[in-house]
């Protein structure tokens, strides 16, 4: 077993790369894998159908924030399935004579009936085990009853020979929290017992994983996991493992069964008990996770929680929680169920429902080949990769004379607007985790220099893409001669810096009028802007620009733009600040206080709102991304060429793409819309042999704490921004979806359409 550094990144569902260097596919047995060397991506309440619509009304006027966590449906069992999901959560309620559960109604108003549809009203009134969320209020379910649950993931199993094992986590119910609602029965030993005998009424021996199996001939389940660890994929294909979810269930359930005998399901075990298989520590801590990990325990955690990364689209947690190494990651928004308010999702980038585990996998596991692929599916083919350059020095007037901040401006090693070391070390682990990524899809080798025709690497003429190019392949293909393309210095290169290739273009009378005003942007970010003020002075007084009205206008050519105010000095401070921070430099005290990474993180709003304001809109960003866009077109459509093909600018690379898309993006740590150093938009293209092609597009960046402290292992983190074009329930764009939005003649053809911010 070998011990890697783990990733801080995710498709990671929506799905991510393996963390690791994978050697020859040939010399990895998927077989030999234990499970609990893997990682799946697994739905939380997988059966929630949702609120009724007039229960969700009610609800929203009696408590809004309860109504708020209820926010969320799944679709059925096999379409999760499909998906890619492979654990799911059924929540159990035990109705020994039938009707318990026939008669919701308010809770404290029984005569208030929310009446059920008649099949509903039917399976209810029926003895047995029921799956729902909370009675009364919450009760619709994709399957019902458990019977009809376990018969759909049966069903599905038989169609997918070979999957890799389902993990079903079972949630017992034993009471009901809301006030005046339908009480619930208790679970004893014999509802146990009728647990596993509805189980077992499903699924025949040689179709569960049982902990039996598991035990082998260990005197304990607990010493067989510690010693040997879970059994193969090969053992378990196709299997299902049942998870109970409460540790207090377990004193019941083992009742008569030490050590699990004879029984279905695995407990929530505290790590050292003789039953200890499996355990959940759904908030963390991401160390502990681990520490349980490497002595082999299945550990359950959850990648958000409550519909709150949903809303935020931060995937703080989400990272940490895959980075952990733990072998099942819930969510409420797994592959194909992207949060409609961020795009917040869970899976892995590199595509299908299982990734070597990033802790305890074998330094030679090949993701793709844990399951193996039906005939149509689709395999990455290609990637594209737009970037902005590394840590760069401040530029000439970044830091602008006559004001200061406690401790002076940070003093710089390399000339204003270069490529720092320090950020040359980042983007040699960008590199790294790039080469990983078509390794483990088995675009590139392991052990050789990729060839030639490969590999396309494009950067812009300024000193600091070239050398942030360099540096990238420093890590991506140590010691290969790949050569970087650019132009001369100081030739601009229109793919980068249109206007001041082709200035003749921006007729910036026409396109001011059609920007959105800069003070309505700047307006949200009052607060920024006054902790920024609190930051700089001007001498010893407040640095009155900062307050100033916002002014975006022609110059004098009429080819470029004036820019005074916020707009200007503000935003160019607050990416100053963070760069030094980046960088390295000194933390910032000033009145007793440390400026904190928190902090200049909410500033960089002010960076995104300059981009937002003068960047982004399309009536610019058409004319500054057009020759770029065009050269998309190609590299994404073309039936062959580079497996790998890198283009290094600017931030104004990267936001005109994301405007012409109406596509937003949060990087960890920065504000929404910002573009950090070392960020990329990733275009991943997929194919299958019957000619299907399916484009998913990406967004990666480095957190700024990890860049800070330790460059050489701050490996990217990927997000999957939501594309409104692209009409796919997982986030893949088919071509006519989204190369209309990157053709030039298409994307400039209504100049006054997809204006951000007025």
Request: a negative charge; hydrophobic letters at 40%.
């Amino acid at each position: 077993m070998t011990n890697r550094l783990p990733l801080v990144a995710a498709l990671a569902a929506t799905i991510l790369m393996t963390g690791h260097r994978a050697e020859a596919a040939g010399t990895f047995d998927p077989s030999s894998l234990r499970l609990d060397q893997l990682q799946v991506v697994g739905s939380h309440n997988s059966y929630h159908a949702g609120l009724e619509q007039g229960i969700r009304t009610e609800v929203e006027r009696a408590n809004p924030d309860f109504a708020a966590l209820l926010d969320y449906a799944h679709p059925a069992l096999s379409t999760q399935l499909d998906r890619g999901v492979r654990q799911l959560e059924l929540d159990i309620y035990a109705d020994s004579q039938g009707g318990r559960f026939a008669n919701p109604h308010r809770p404290g108003h029984p005569e208030e009936k929310w009446a059920l549809p008649p099949a509903e009203l039917a399976l209810m009134r029926q003895p047995g085990l029921k799956v729902m969320h909370i009675p009364d209020i919450d009760q619709h379910a994709t399957c019902e009853p458990l019977k009809a649950c376990l018969k759909e993931v049966q069903a599905w199993s038989h169609a997918h020979p070979g999957h890799i094992p389902v993990f079903i986590i079972l949630e017992i119910e034993q009471s009901n929290d809301v006030p005046g609602a339908t009480p619930v029965e208790r679970f004893s030993a014999r509802t146990f017992d009728q647990l596993d005998a509805t189980i077992r009424s499903v699924f025949s021996p040689g179709e569960l994983l049982t902990p039996d199996q598991a035990r082998g001939t260990a005197a304990t389940l607990g010493d067989a996991i510690r010693q040997h660890g879970w059994p193969t994929v090969g053992d378990s294909r196709g299997k299902i493992a049942f998870l109970l979810d409460q540790r207090d269930n377990g004193p019941l359930y083992l009742a008569g069964h030490p050590s699990l005998r004879g029984r279905v399901a695995f407990t929530n075990a505290a790590p050292d008990a003789p039953d200890a298989a499996f355990t959940e520590l759904n908030d963390g801590p991401a160390e502990q996770i681990t520490a349980l990990v490497r002595r082999h325990l299945l550990v359950r955690t959850r990648a958000d929680v409550n519909t709150v990364e949903g809303r935020s689209g931060s995937v703080t947690r989400r990272n940490l929680m895959l980075a952990s190494g733990a072998q099942i990651i819930s969510t409420d928004y797994p592959q194909g169920e992207a949060a409609r308010w961020s795009g917040y999702r869970v899976g892995f980038p590199g595509g299908g429902p299982a990734r070597c585990n990033p802790v305890t996998a074998p330094a030679n596991c090949v993701s793709r080949l844990l399951e193996p692929p039906g005939p149509d599916a689709m395999r990455l083919r290609r990637v594209v990769v737009v970037m902005r350059h590394g840590i760069r020095s401040a530029l000439p007037g970044q830091e602008p004379a006559g004001t200061t901040i406690a401790g002076g401006w940070p003093q710089w090693e390399v000339a204003p607007g270069d490529l720092t070391p320090h950020g040359a070390t980042g983007m040699r682990t960008i590199g790294r985790f790039e080469r990983r990524w078509l390794e483990e899809n088995d675009l590139m080798s392991g052990d050789a220099c990729p060839a030639p025709d490969t590999v396309s690497l494009h950067a812009n003429s300024e000193p600091r893409t070239v050398a942030s190019a360099l540096a990238f392949v420093s890590g991506f293909a140590a010691g290969c001669p790949l050569p970087v393309t650019h132009l001369a210095a100081g030739t601009p290169d229109p793919l980068f810096s249109a206007l001041e290739a082709d200035p003749s273009r921006f007729d910036m009378r026409a396109i001011v009028p059609r920007l959105p005003v800069a003070d309505t942007i700047f307006a949200r970010h009052a607060d920024a802007l006054a902790t920024l003020g609190r930051i700089v002075q001007c001498g010893k007084r407040p640095c009155t620009f900062l307050k100033s009205d916002n002014h975006v206008e022609p110059d004098a050519s009429n080819h470029a733009l004036t820019l005074s105010g916020p707009i200007r000095e503000g935003s160019s401070i607050a990416e100053a600040l963070m760069l030094a921070y980046l960088d390295g430099k000194p933390l910032i005290r000033e009145a007793g206080h440390i400026v904190d990474v928190g902090e200049l993180g909410a500033l960089s709003a002010l960076h995104a709102a300059m981009l937002d304001s003068i960047v982004r809109p399309r009536p610019i960003g058409a004319l500054l991304s057009r020759d770029l866009r065009a050269r998309l077109v190609d590299d994404l459509s073309a039936p062959t060429g580079p497996a790998f093909r890198l283009y290094v600018g600017h931030d104004d690379t990267i936001a005109p793409l994301l405007g012409m898309m109406d596509t937003h993006v949060l990087a960890p740590g920065y504000a929404p819309d910002e573009i950090p150093v070392g960020s990329a938009l990733v275009f991943a293209v997929y194919g299958n042999a019957s000619g299907k092609a399916l484009i998913r597009v990406l967004f990666q960046s480095q957190t700024p704490e990890a860049l800070r402290n330790t460059p050489d292992n701050a490996d990217p983190s990927i997000s999957f921004p939501h594309v409104p074009a692209c009409r796919s329930p997982d986030g893949l764009c088919t071509p006519e979806e989204l190369l209309p939005l990157l053709r030039t003649e298409q994307a400039e053809a209504d100049p006054l359409s997809n204006i951000q911010g007025k």
